[in-house]
């Protein structure tokens, strides 16, 4: 059974700081890693979307990571601002017995402070 | 172009009732998937629709139920409502192939059940 997991739960930077939020997941047998935005009491939206056969994404300040072969993705944040202060999901796709859900972390509450 | 669009988006039901929620997916895109998120969590699977079909369900009972249309807009049936239904519930619809293209989320419904 596919399982995804964050780390940390909750993380505090200062304005300005790079960060690097981790998602691991226990079955490699995967399509595709997304990762999300989520403001309170808001929907998702998509950040970067990594393909298996590829090894990172880049968007503007965004950069994400897949290591499949050791089950783990991160999301690299450089120059963090307020505006960035969110909930970030990471989800998997595919696994053993699982055709095309998306499985989900828990997510990373990030916190910039001005 | 618009992008996914549920309704309504803020519901309070009692215990016992039955709901209905309702997704528009974005052009173009003739898969839908519905997701749970119980507040503090990921969200979680419950069905997905291709092509007017049931294409996968996560475990959640028989009581959740959906459909999708010819134009692509899904509901998604709850009944017997139980107060642990309360939740944000997301829809989420890609291009094909679903399983390797970027799922784009709605804004999702909030319902409380009392």
């Known amino acids: 059974k596919q399982e995804v997991t964050q780390i940390p739960a909750a993380l505090s930077v200062p304005e300005g700081e790079n960060l690097v939020l981790n998602c691991s997941f226990t079955?490699?047998?995967?399509?595709?890693l997304q990762w999300f935005r989520q403001d309170p009491g808001k929907g998702l939206t998509s950040l970067l979307l990594?393909?298996?056969?590829?090894r990172e994404q880049t968007s503007g300040r965004l950069n994400a990571s897949l290591d499949k072969s050791s089950g783990r993705s991160t999301l690299y944040i450089a120059a963090s601002q307020p505006g960035d202060s969110a909930t970030y999901l990471c989800a998997v796709r595919g696994g053993s017995g699982n055709t095309g859900k998306l499985i989900f972390g828990q997510g990373t509450t990030l916190q910039v402070k001005p | 172009e618009t992008g996914v669009t549920q309704s309504p988006t803020h519901l309070i039901k009692t215990r016992g009732q039955q709901v209905t929620l309702r997704c528009s997916s974005q052009?173009?895109?003739?898969?839908v998937s519905w997701y749970q998120q119980a507040l503090g969590q990921g969200p979680q699977f419950i069905f997905q629709?291709?092509?007017?079909?049931?294409?996968g369900r996560g475990n959640f009972p028989p009581r959740f139920s959906g459909l999708q249309f010819p134009n692509y807009s899904s509901e998604l049936n709850v009944n017997a409502l139980e107060l642990d239904d309360s939740a944000l519930y997301l829809c989420?619809?890609?291009?094909?192939?679903?399983?390797?293209?970027?799922?784009?989320f709605g804004p999702g419904t909030r319902l409380l059940v009392l």
């Open positions: 052009s173009g895109h003739n898969t």
């Open positions: 989420a619809s890609s291009l094909p192939p679903w399983y390797q293209e970027t799922q784009y």
């Open positions: 079955d490699s047998a995967i399509y595709n």
């Open positions: 629709y291709y092509r007017e079909e049931e294409n």
């Open positions: 990594i393909q298996s056969s590829q």
